[in-house]
């Protein structure tokens, strides 16, 4: 039999939280426009059908940040509420910490596969807590069933390295995976991908662009190979401003597209 899971997008336009250039909140309609691009077509590379991949629109947030993270958890509470698992459209990398207080109080035990070049694990960064650099911190003190699994990181400090360890974080450095380290999951998993995690190579419209990076391949291959079942996921941190060619969401488009269709498809087990 197979496990499907229903997808749906939701938007999150904020960026409030950001610590250096703002401009992502204006991503989400740049990643649904490259995604219904006549230039493709709805199939995904595993053979599923993207035509039944619904869309709750985006929510309007508050530049206040703790008003906005309440109506995130609230959305997609709605999300979940309706029988349907997110995708969120970002925004700033700091969308994920309420995202996952919503999907933690339905399902309190998964594994969060975070795709990114920086660790986000700070206790706070520059007087703030939950600064796109904290979520992963805030996830794990508040929902205890959460593992941790962090892959691409290049730019961990000596503070980042012992949050890793206070936290028990699996954390694939990208020097231990361009060495062979890949991730090793099972279960319920939601993966978080923010698109610095690439090299700016492939995907230069980021705010934080981090050379030695993953590759647009790489990253497909570990959401390919994922044994788990696949509950919910975000991909952040596109900044169209800084995305003069266009590619990064095409990009961006490309992960989306292959996470549905791998919840779409579902996972044959026994």
Do not use: W
Not at 19 to 38: N, V
Not at 111 to 126: K, P, Q, S, V, W
């Amino acid at each position: 039999m197979r496990i499907v899971t229903r997808p749906q997008l939701i938007g999150l336009p904020y960026d409030a939280s950001s610590s250096f250039l703002r401009g992502s909140a204006a991503g989400p309609p740049l990643i649904r426009q490259a995604l219904s691009s006549p230039a493709g077509n709805r199939f995904t590379e595993n053979g599923a059908d993207l035509a039944g991949l619904t869309d709750a629109g985006d929510l309007t947030l508050s530049e206040t940040p703790e008003q906005a993270r309440a109506q995130i958890e609230m959305g997609v509470g709605a999300v979940l509420a309706a029988g349907f698992q997110p995708i969120a459209l970002g925004g700033d990398h700091s969308v994920t910490y309420p995202i996952l207080r919503a999907i933690a109080a339905v399902r309190p035990t998964l594994t969060l596969l975070h795709i990114d070049a920086h660790g986000d694990l700070y206790d706070e960064f520059e007087g703030d807590r939950y600064s796109h650099a904290c979520p992963f911190a805030r996830i794990l003190e508040d929902c205890p069933g959460v593992t941790l699994v962090q892959v691409g990181i290049r730019t961990l400090t000596p503070h980042q390295r012992l949050q890793v360890a206070r936290f028990g974080v699996n954390c694939i450095e990208m020097q231990h995976f361009a060495a062979g380290a890949r991730p090793a999951i099972d279960g319920p998993v939601y993966i978080s991908v923010d698109l610095d995690g690439l090299d700016p190579a492939f995907a230069p419209g980021v705010s934080h662009r981090e050379p030695g990076g993953l590759s647009v391949r790489d990253v497909l291959s570990m959401i390919h190979r994922l044994a788990g079942t696949i509950v919910g996921a975000d991909v952040v941190e596109f900044n169209p401003q800084q995305d003069s060619s266009g590619v990064t969401a095409a990009v961006a488009a490309k992960i989306v597209r292959e996470i549905a269709g791998q919840m779409m498809r579902g996972l044959s087990v026994r």
